[in-house]
């Protein structure tokens, strides 16, 4: 490529997760699906940036950090340290990691909100209503079930104070006319129109200030310093102030954010009004996942069934925990989480499967030929084998651009089945008892070889430890990962040799008690 041509960026955001409670497991799959899009584009040749962090102000901190008995920075650091211990020991890769106590996001905020405040979409009033703390947010009346709050089942407090608005409702043509003119803004298609029939009702203007006399723990208002910003209208600024403190705002155009659908409201509405009113533009696409239940309930701490990330690496590997949850989940919408169904995936797609195919064909490989790989001589079965994972190939990446990963991991797997129905077929330890099929042997196990060399290439951004254990049993140690990406028939030059197997899944009998 000529150095003068920029190649194509891609900015991708993880939700700037809230720092009240430790990772769980939807949080841990929106860390799996950055992780795989990373890899996934980096291979293509784009420039991806991903960005995560924490979001460590607002009412549940403090209150939960005063609970503790320890003021709200020291427990936003201890639990921002996690988030960022588990992504590390999880091989979840970032680039930036930002938190909203970082110095230069609270002066970049800081900024926006005085060109917004000087620009008139920022006014003083007073305001009457029903606040719950928990949602850190006011209530209609009509929203409430039996005068509770429809999340919490808790009654809200009648506050009534004097705040700051933020002129959401002037915005709220110009982003109907924005989701008319993107169709694909909010992605998969039920969100945005979920975003459509709120935006048929007048929005309203933003209350994002909040009196310190109520609430001290967040970024004072630039132009009042009685008050300090409402957590959204800080937090949602994350995903641009690393930019700018990096010197990299040419990545905004290209931004992509991945949330659960549990803040699309914040991200289709409050967001893109917000960045309007600061006249930046809005991003290129905001991409929405549903929910893990577990026990048929929206995973909560309080009713003890947490998913810790740690804990499925510790049992099943990363790559069996990732496996499971991008081929067990159609992005967008919500699906069960279960360890039962976790180790049947294990033992089946992955030590029988893929499992299986590596430790046969390699430990034929050593048997006849000491591992040294034999020349080509194909004969129909070949051809169709080299076609099905030409196939899976083309459909797969089809289906990663589509957000599809599980049909992209059923693709791939459809190949590895074909391959393992080749060898029986074609059944190389049988013509092995005759020393003349010799040169048939070695030409098959030359194609099977192939077809191990591109699952390895295909599954990298999905199970990224499998694919260099398998590539380096291949003969491909870390630096020569590269080298997978080659024409069939052209990976294996002669005296090329492969080693010994060794298991790259291990089965599992049944979840500990
Ligand atoms: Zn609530």
């Given at each position: 490529m000529p150095e003068n041509v920029a190649r194509e960026s891609l900015y991708l955001t993880t939700p700037?997760?809230?720092?009240?409670?430790e990772p769980h497991l939807g949080h841990a799959y929106t860390m799996v699906l950055a992780d795989v899009l990373a890899r996934f584009w980096r291979a293509r040749g784009r420039d991806v940036f991903v960005v995560t962090g924490t979001d460590e102000h607002g009412d549940k901190i403090a209150q939960v950090a005063a609970a503790a008995g320890v003021a709200p920075k020291a427990h936003t650091d201890r639990v921002s340290g996690q988030f960022r211990a588990a992504w590390d020991g999880a091989g979840l890769r970032y680039d930036h990691f930002v938190r909203t106590t970082d110095p230069q996001h609270q002066r970049f905020v800081q900024k926006i909100l005085a060109d917004i405040h000087a620009r008139g979409d920022i006014y003083f009033g007073s305001y009457r209503g029903l606040y719950c703390y928990g949602c850190e947010r006011f209530y209609q009346e009509?929203?409430?079930?039996d005068g509770r709050?429809?999340?919490?089942?808790t009654p809200p407090a009648e506050i009534a104070e004097e705040n700051y608005f933020f002129r959401?409702?002037?915005?709220q043509e110009r982003l109907l006319q924005l989701l008319d003119d993107r169709?694909?803004?909010?992605?998969?298609?039920g969100y945005r129109r979920e975003v459509l029939g709120v935006l048929r009702e007048p929005i309203g203007d933003l209350c994002i200030s909040r009196p310190k006399t109520r609430l001290d723990w967040g970024i004072e208002l630039p132009f009042d310093d009685r008050y300090v910003t409402y957590v959204w209208f800080d937090a949602l600024f994350s995903y641009m102030s690393p930019l700018e403190a990096l010197g990299r705002m040419d990545l905004w155009p290209s931004v992509e954010h991945l949330i659960a659908k549990d803040i699309l409201k914040q991200h289709a509405i409050f967001w893109p009004t917000m960045l309007m009113a600061a006249d930046l533009p809005v991003y290129r696409r905001l991409c929405v996942h549903g929910y893990w239940q577990v026990n048929e309930g929206k995973m909560s701490k309080s009713i003890g069934n947490v998913v810790r990330p740690g804990d499925m690496k510790a049992r099943y590997g990363m790559d069996a925990f990732r496996y499971y949850l991008l081929r067990d989940m159609a992005f967008g919408q919500d699906a069960d989480f279960s360890e039962v169904g976790l180790i049947a995936r294990l033992n089946g797609?992955?030590?029988?499967?893929l499992g299986n195919l590596a430790s046969r064909v390699l430990a034929m490989q050593q048997r006849y030929f000491k591992g040294v790989v034999q020349p080509r001589a194909e004969e129909p079965p070949d051809a169709q084998l080299r076609e099905a994972f030409a196939v899976a190939r083309r459909s797969s990446d089809a289906h990663v651009e589509a957000f599809a990963f599980h049909r992209a991991l059923e693709e791939i797997w459809r190949a590895i089945e074909q391959a393992n129905r080749y060898v029986t077929e074609t059944a190389p330890f049988t013509l092995?008892?005759?020393?003349?099929r010799l040169p048939r042997v070695g030409a098959i196990l030359h194609e099977l070889c192939e077809a191990l060399r591109t699952s390895a290439q295909l599954l990298e951004p999905f199970l990224p430890e499998t694919a260099v254990r398998l590539a380096e049993q291949l003969g491909f140690p870390p630096p020569r990962l590269?080298?997978?990406?080659?024409?069939?028939?052209?990976a294996f030059p002669p005296a090329h040799r492969t080693a010994a197997p060794q298991a790259l899944f291990p089965r599992i009998d049944a979840p500990p008690d």
């Open positions: 700037i997760f809230y720092a009240n409670a009509r929203e409430l079930v709050c429809p999340d919490h089942g959401m409702g002037a915005y169709p694909d803004l909010i992605f998969p298609d797609d992955l030590a029988n499967g092995a008892k005759d020393p003349a590269a080298e997978l990406d080659l024409p069939w028939g052209q």
